[in-house]
């Protein structure tokens, strides 16, 4: 089992920044793949990033060049860095943790609200 709860979510203008954090606890972390998803009203959640625990990244076409997943293993963290923000990036953003070799082992965390206004 995982826990995780994320951090840093708020309100801001168009081209502004935000880093959203995410805490884990329970499990091993090196272990779990960790991501970043999204889910704005009336839409499906949707990936925004994903790093495995050796660094490697993914990103959706729609955040490249503007946001930045990282991952501190000693403190069971990650972090997205998001720049340059736009209204179409306000959703609830979640934290997810899945296993990287074990098959239901995916968890998430409660969400975080970004708003960015125009």
């Known amino acids: 089992q995982v826990q995780l709860v994320e951090s840093g979510g708020g309100l801001v203008q168009a081209g502004g920044s935000l880093r959203l954090s995410c805490a884990a606890s329970?499990?091993?972390?090196?272990?779990?793949?960790m991501g970043w998803y999204r889910q704005a009203p009336g839409n499906q959640r949707e990936l925004v990033a994903t790093?495995?625990?050796?660094?490697?990244?993914n990103y959706a076409d729609s955040v490249k060049g503007r946001f930045t997943i990282s991952r501190d293993n000693a403190k069971n963290t990650v972090y997205l860095q998001m720049n340059s923000l736009k209204p179409e990036d306000t959703a609830v953003y979640y934290c997810?943790?899945?296993?990287?070799?074990?098959?239901?082992?995916?968890?998430w965390g409660q969400g975080t609200q970004v708003t960015v206004s125009s």
């Open positions: 997810n943790a899945k296993h990287s070799r074990f098959t239901g082992f995916n968890f």
């Open positions: 329970g499990s091993i972390f090196r272990d779990y793949v």
């Open positions: 790093i495995t625990s050796g660094g490697d990244t």
